[in-house]
């Protein structure tokens, strides 16, 4: 830890000035501004209802599965939360101390820079790693006298968003890194985060309008199932939403591919006869589910405010099994 015990220590000017995050419904972590220009956060907190406090509100558990009842399986970032600002600052801060000479050169307004950039490619992560990668790849585009990899030189944004699944193998490579290094790293620099500076953590996070009450008030067998680290998103639930969320309902990053944990929610014998749901908003996690036959039962959601593109709901309109989710309509679908 006393590599990174320095970073939470006091909100560092990025916390402060930030950029806010993106209406419902624009792409992903969209930035419009250009660079340079700054904005603060938004963070629409969620009170729990009855003056529960920072305890939160204990989610509903239904006594028993029955007959003709739903179970739904929630994504968490980009679906419940938006994670994109705290997820981009915490790369920054573990991306200084993995690689120190690559930040060298790098001053206030680069660092900005990144930031936005990163709300643009949000949409390309599926693990919370691949932030860091970004973050030195955005680097590298704009200081080639530190660049290691081969792909960097004249490399737009849009094209990282197109070949990003063919860009990270040949970064990982060049950079000689490895996943798990990568995933703990970035663990430790939230940890370190959340220990010294609580409330910076929380408010560089916010709940999608109305999914926080909708979660609160479902009546229905409800999981989270993310490739978050768990302890993140039970901490953003209790402190941010005022939801007390089980945490043996929480199927976190370390628990398996999310086909696998919607085969194991499938096969547990409480939610037999159950009509099943997922709700995720990253299309490739969908497509993923639609070849695996063992979760044909399964009823597949794609949010239109989440990290995804246009480019992608339109793509995911012509996929029989996938329905598209508004988020005025969110309330009505988790009941």
Request: charge should be neutral; charged fraction near 25%; proline fraction near 6%.
């Amino acid at each position: 830890m006393d590599a990174v015990r320095f970073l939470g220590t006091a909100p560092g000017r990025l916390e402060r000035v930030v950029g806010v995050l993106p209406a419902a419904g624009s792409l992903g972590c969209r930035s419009t501004l250009p660079l340079g220009r700054v904005r603060p956060y938004f963070v629409r907190s969620v009170p729990p209802p009855g003056g529960a406090g920072r305890r939160g509100v204990r989610v509903a558990r239904p006594p028993c599965a029955a007959m003709g009842s739903d179970l739904f399986a929630l994504d968490f970032d980009g679906v419940l939360c938006d994670s994109c600002g705290e997820s981009s600052l915490s790369a920054v801060k573990a991306a200084k101390v993995r690689w120190p000479w690559v930040f060298e050169k790098v001053d206030s307004a680069m660092e900005e820079w990144i930031v936005e950039q990163m709300y643009t490619l949000r949409p390309v992560v599926e693990t919370g790693y691949e932030n860091l990668l970004l973050v030195r790849l955005l680097v590298e585009i704009q200081i080639p006298s530190v660049r290691k990899s081969s792909v960097a030189d004249g490399l737009s944004i849009q094209e990282i968003l197109e070949n990003w699944l063919k860009l990270k193998p040949t970064l990982m490579d060049e950079w000689q890194e490895d996943r798990e290094s990568l995933v703990d790293l970035f663990g430790r620099v939230r940890d370190d985060w959340i220990e010294n500076d609580l409330s910076g953590w929380i408010a560089a996070n916010r709940f999608y309008p109305g999914t926080a009450d909708a979660l609160k008030l479902s009546s229905s067998e409800t999981y989270i199932v993310t490739t978050k680290q768990s302890r993140f998103a039970e901490a953003l639930l209790k402190e941010l939403a005022g939801i007390d969320f089980p945490s043996e309902r929480i199927y976190g990053l370390g628990t398996g591919p999310k086909v696998q944990v919607l085969q194991q929610l499938q096969q547990m014998p409480q939610h037999q006869g159950l009509t099943l749901h997922f709700i995720e908003d990253r299309l490739a996690t969908l497509k993923n589910v639609i070849k695996e036959p063992a979760l044909d039962k399964w009823n597949l959601y794609l949010v239109t405010w989440g990290y995804n593109t246009q480019k992608e709901r339109e793509e995911a309109q012509g996929i029989s099994r996938i329905q598209l989710v508004d988020l005025p309509d969110f309330d009505k679908k988790l009941k």
